[in-house]
Each structure stands twice: as C-alpha cells, then as structure tokens.
C-alpha cells in the first residue's frame, strides 16, 4: 500500500493554475489525517520556478520533471513521465484537476499504472480512514461517494475547493525525465487572446442562450461580464446557432464550470446546460417564461424579458462596482 498525497500541478504561460492550489489546500488535511507527505509535481521545461507557489500552499516535496519534449503537453509525453514518477514514489492519492489537460493525462496515467480513476469529483473528504471521493451522476441529478482500492486517482473539478496558503517545506526534487519516443508531435499552437479569464477558473460567469436571438446580442453580456471581471459563456443552442465559439459552451458536451456567480441569460435550463453549471455557488437567471426550468436551480430569479432586464440590470452593477 502506497504512502504520500501527489498533487499534479498544471502549469500554462509561465503561471499555475489555481486548481492546483485547490488540490493543495485539501491534500494539506489528507496528509496531516493520514500521516503521510503532500507532494506536487511540476511537468514542462523551464518550470522549475514555480515551484516556490506550491510551498506555498502546503507542498512538502515538489517533483520538477523538465525535458525540452516536454515544452508543449502532449498525452503520451506526459503520462509516461507521470506513470514513471507514480511507480517510484509509490503514493497512496494522486489528484489532478477536472481541466482538459487534467482529464485527458489523468485516463492516460491511470490506465499505465493499472489505477482506478475517479472523474470531475467535487468533494475529497476522509472517511473511516479512508479518502472518499464525491462526483455528480445521472447528470448532476444525484452524487456518489467512491474510495479506490489501492492507488486512488482522481481529477477534482476546478472552483468547488477553497485555495488557502499554508507553508510546506517545498524541498525541489528534479527527476530526470523520460519521455520515451513521442507519437504525437505538436507543430503549431494557436492562442485565442482575451483579457477576460478562462472559462472553467472565472469566478463569475454570463452565460446566454437561444433567447439571445443572435450574435449582436451576445454584447449585452460582455459588457456585464466586463464590468464584474469575468467571462462570458453559452448553452449549446447558442453555439449550434453560431452565435458565439464552441470553446465558451458551458454543459455536458460542453466545459463544467463552477463559479461563485453565475447569470443565466435567456437560457431555458436543459438538463445537459445545467449538468455543466449547477455546482455554481450562486446562479441569477432571467427568462420571460416562469416555467423555465433553470429557474429551479436558481437562487435568485428575473422573469421578465431579457432586452428590459439586461440594461438596468448592467446598470446597476456598474453603480456598484464603481
């Protein structure tokens, strides 16, 4: 049976991403109810810099694994690196976040070292000694507590956690880095600029839907989101419509997202939409039909037509937020 809490920090652009710290913060009190050591591991080249942020939240041991085949993420690079470490170290937990890169290495990783993997959990918790894994079913209409025996990994959905700092001894390991012969081999990387944050890490999220009525209307959001500091997202029937890009549809086929507020704009509440935002810590949403189904997630409800709502409502924000 393995020992240690091994914490995959993603990195892009020269930056962590903050669900690493997440699975930092609850790794901190698995390790300390269990005895045994939190560790992260930094994947990349030219990485090994971050590592002081992860001691930062609680990383007694950081892996810095750095290899130039491992600039760009591809999955058999960085899951053979992976499997490698995990195979060394033997811990007895390792948490990834619910992102794409997360979700895609975490099904590689595990299937290399014969784990059992728990997907887009929402809760980590200690229960008769044992971590217990929560995750949504039956598309958020019901949750299940899991526990792997042997190795357990897990991918943690971003945002459901609470991130605080708590000093580690942040000791830097380098392990030098195998990443075997590379299949895959990354040409090009297209970057989409956008001074507003990623969708799967905004705290507050403006999401619109067919009763947006077309792609001009989508301006009305963007100014709210712009004026709160957070992104602007879509249902499925505004992107087959195409009215906004396929990479901001929140739903099941879509991102899962989890922001502390969440506005709902014209969007009638199909199971799959709100299958992707109802872990969301407070949802607003505005529909002309009071038989809307996302009114029953809503915390604070808008009947009214969209087109009056939506400028006094931006209005008033901007009063408050100044």
Known sequence: MGKGILVFAEARDGKVKNVAFELLTVGRKIAADKGEELAAVLIGNGVAGLAGSLAEYGADKVYVIEDAKLAQYTSDGYAKVLADLIKDKDPSTVMLGNTVLGRDLAAKTAQKVEAGLLSDCTAVDMEGGKVVFTRPVYSGKAFLKAECDGLAMATIRPNV?????????????????????????????????????????AN????????MKGPENFKMLEELADALGGAV??????VDSGWIEQSLQVGQTGKVVSPTLYFAIGISGAIQHMAGMS?????????KDEEANIFKVADYGIVGDLFDVMPILTQEVKKIVG
């Open 161 to 201: 956690l609470e991130a605080v700092p708590g000093a580690g001894k942040g000791e830097v390991v380098t392990v030098a880095a195998d990443a075997g012969d590379l299949r895959q081999v990354i040409k090009d990387v297209l970057l989409q600029i956008s001074s507003r944050p990623e969708l799967t890490e």
């Open 204 to 211: 507050v999220i403006v999401s619109g839907g067919r009763g």
């Open 233 to 238: 997202g879509a249902s499925r029937a505004a």
């Open 279 to 287: 872990s969301s810590k407070c949802i607003v949403a505005v529909n």
